[in-house]
């Protein structure tokens, strides 16, 4: 008889769905089975520290809003308007680091290998993303750069004072080298 042969199962408590007798040595008498409905202190205790939160969640929230409350009218009776705004930007910034938005983050983009070839990527490098009114246009390190001078040169052209050796020869003289 095969063991997944349906016909062939053998009739006993593990399959057929009578109840399972318990036998136990007790002067009490009979005792009942509980499986089904049966509650652990740690259950207990567990259900008991939500309870408490859910009560306490209001009280405190309520207590911090009126202690932001304070502090607000406070500082905006003793502090001029210079330095409030002194302390919004802070925090501001605070909230700004603690989210991370930095534009300049670095990310794994994956391209196929066909493109990277094509752009002189095949090894990894750097690709600055810009977003226009047609799109967004991937640029690496080197279109990024000849794009900064073209611009630079559009608004610089023909002016002999624009140059970085220009620069450098007036603070030569300046300081008198």
Not at 95 to 105: E, F, P, Q, Y
Request: charged content about 25%; proline content about 4%.
């Amino acid at each position: 008889m095969a063991r997944d042969d349906p016909k062939g199962m053998r009739r006993d408590i593990r399959n057929d769905g009578r109840p399972i007798p318990q036998e136990h040595h007790s002067a009490r008498g009979e005792l009942p089975r509980n499986s089904g409905n049966f509650t652990r202190g740690s259950q207990l205790l567990n259900t008991q520290v939500l309870m408490w939160l859910q009560g306490a969640k209001l009280p405190i929230l309520m207590w911090l809003g009126v202690f932001v409350l304070a502090y607000v009218i406070i500082l905006s009776i003793t502090l001029d308007e210079n330095n409030v705004q002194l302390i919004c930007m802070r925090v501001l910034a605070g909230l700004w680091n603690w989210v991370a938005l930095d534009n300049l983050k670095q990310v794994d983009l994956r391209m196929p290998a066909d493109v990277r070839k094509r752009l002189g990527l095949s090894g990894g490098g750097a690709v600055y993303l810009d977003e226009t009114e047609d799109g967004v246009v991937l640029r690496t390190a080197g279109q990024a750069v000849a794009r900064a001078q073209a611009l630079a040169k559009q608004y610089t052209d023909g002016n002999p004072d624009a140059s970085v050796d220009a620069f450098l020869a007036r603070r030569r003289e300046e300081s008198g080298e």
